[in-house]
């Protein structure tokens, strides 16, 4: 812990919860339409958080290719930044891996 003046400062690496969520849900649904990374996705997704998840990201991807609603891509996204939310308030030391995948995939979507 580092200290100024007596009082301890927040490490670095600590990240605000409801926004990781809500970075990862809005690159979640980008991802869903982006055939090239879509796999690896699901992959990683599941393995940060569970085989449950890649199949909830296929549900995802069907309802955007299926939905006649105009705003389909703001209801998912709001859907996965709750339940993101959810599974980071019990398991916040997902937090950080989640994060990155997030990074990740914000890079490989900016190279298509």
């Known amino acids: 812990m580092t200290y100024l003046r007596g009082e301890a400062l927040m490490p670095a690496n600590v990240l605000h919860q409801p926004r990781v ?5 809005r690159t979640l649904v980008d991802v869903c339409a982006a055939d090239d990374i879509f796999a690896w996705y699901g992959d990683q997704l599941a393995a940060v958080l569970g085989p449950s998840y890649q199949r909830d990201l296929l549900a995802t991807r069907t309802e955007l290719t299926r939905s006649q609603r105009v705003d389909i891509r703001n ?3 709001g859907k996965w930044r709750v339940k993101l939310e959810d599974v980071l308030r019990t398991r916040a030391d997902i937090a950080e891996r989640l994060h990155h995948l997030t990074q990740s995939a914000t890079t490989r979507l900016a190279r298509e």
């Open 75 to 77: 209801i998912e996204t």
């Open 21 to 25: 969520a809500f970075d990862a849900a």
